[in-house]
């Protein structure tokens, strides 16, 4: 993600902008995996 | 994320800093005493069978004989295993202990049927025992695939070296696994859209069985692409390149399309294993079509519901084979921009496909005509 952000703004700035990005990511995921889960059967075979 | 996967992670992180601890020449070894670990810890039974499976399917490679009878008592008894715990897990689905296999058989299976074979053909290149060992031991792999093959595993294995760009890949690749898991299978599919279709099932209950098919297969493909990103990625941690096992396969647009883009190293195995011999054999595409979309179907549950669900998909490929042999190269049919025909291709084999699951996601065969029944008012 940060190499593709330093193609469209400045280096600084892509840094910033890929550390929202995963910490957004790690959030959500934290915050929907209290949510009710899926059976995923890939898992039982 | 369910107990399983949260395990996962921490002995995906346990594994990585373990691994690039010790000296490169032991790491293929530490990689497999850690999966050994893991598996005497999680699932001791699986231990045992892997273990058990591993000494079957290296006795062609240790007589070094190239007897055709050694090959199909090995691959025999590797298929007779997992067979039986399909059978056992259908027959006994309401009892937990029946309704759950060996962790990772349905996997390590083909990867060994696959190394027997290949060995006995000779297209196998030189290999130890150690070697053999990390690669069936391989943890980011083994639970839930994809069916990687030893030759390319051989390769990443000699070529591996530490590299902090794809360290930081497959950092990248674990968490958009989970993301696709967590956010989009388990809560925008499972909880939000299921919560739709529920709203829907009194008033408009066609529309509500087919947005279950929908949201059923597109689940799978979010909770299954997730698990091989996240397969992916962990190898990546450790330096090893492994094959994708999806290539947008919601973008096909025909039915052999898609399953060259969907669970790609299954598809793959089957091609290699089953399509091509018994097309070498019979010289009918079509029963070779009908011959690994059976065995494909049953790899997953040996029942009647998934015997149905590789004919229907065998069935497909056929038609869509004759159907590509009658048209020959006229791609596009004439009057018809090929834009909409395009467009019309991919809605079909989408609609083809979303219908199909209606036979996986009902418990029998019964109830999944009673789905197609309301879904086109019969």
Same mark, same amino acid.
């Given at each position: 993600m940060y190499a593709f952000l330093c193609r469209w703004m400045p280096e600084r700035m892509a840094m910033l902008a890929a550390v929202f990005w995963y910490t957004a990511i790690i959030v959500l995921i934290i915050a929907f995996s209290a949510k009710p889960m899926a059976e995923f059967r890939y898992m039982k075979i | 994320m369910t107990s399983l996967s949260a395990t996962m992670l921490i002995w995906i992180a346990a594994t990585t800093l373990i691994t690039w601890l010790w000296p490169r020449r032991l790491q293929p070894y530490v990689i497999a005493a850690c999966t050994a670990s893991f598996f005497a810890w999680y699932s001791p039974l699986s231990m045992l069978i892997l273990l058990v499976s591993a000494v079957i399917c290296y006795i062609p490679v240790v007589t070094r004989r190239k007897d055709w009878r050694i090959v199909v008592a090995c691959t025999g008894a590797i298929a007779a295993i997992l067979v039986w715990f399909k059978i056992r897990q259908s027959t006994g689905a309401d009892s937990p202990e029946y309704a759950v296999i060996p962790l990772g058989l349905s996997y390590y299976s083909l990867r060994l049927v696959h190394f027997t074979i290949d060995a006995w053909k000779g297209t196998l290149p030189q290999s130890t025992v150690g070697q053999f060992l990390c690669y069936l031991f391989f943890l980011p792999t083994l639970v839930a695939g994809p069916i990687n093959r030893f030759q390319e595993f051989q390769r990443s294995l000699r070529r591996r070296r530490w590299d902090a760009m794809m360290f930081s890949r497959g950092l990248e690749r674990i968490l958009y696994g989970c993301a696709w898991i #967590? %956010?989009?299978?388990?809560? #925008? %599919?499972?909880?939000s859209l299921n919560k739709v279709v529920a709203r829907l099932a009194v008033a408009h209950p066609a529309l509500s069985e087919y947005l279950e098919c929908a949201s059923y297969g597109l689940n799978l493909f979010c909770q299954f692409a997730g698990y091989s990103d996240v397969a992916i990625g962990f190898a990546m941690l450790l330096g090893f390149t492994v094959c994708e096992n999806f290539n947008y396969p919601l973008l096909a647009r025909n039915i052999g399309e898609f399953w060259r883009r969907w669970h790609m190293s299954l598809s793959s195995w089957c091609r290699d294993y089953v399509y091509m011999p018994v097309l070498s054999v019979s010289r009918l595409p079509a029963l070779a079509a009908l011959s690994s979309m059976i065995v494909l179907g049953l790899w997953h549950e040996v029942s009647l519901r998934y015997l149905a669900w590789g004919l229907y998909h065998g069935v497909g490929i056929a038609v869509w084979q004759v159907f590509r042999k009658a048209v020959g190269n006229r791609t596009v049919p004439t009057g018809l921009p090929a834009t909409l025909a395009a467009g019309a291709a991919w809605f079909a084999t989408m609609n083809f496909v979303l219908l199909g699951f209606a036979i996986t996601k009902e418990r029998s065969l019964v109830d999944a005509l009673a789905v197609y029944r309301t879904i086109f008012g019969l």
């Open positions: - | #967590v %956010i989009m299978g388990n809560y #925008v %599919i499972s909880f």
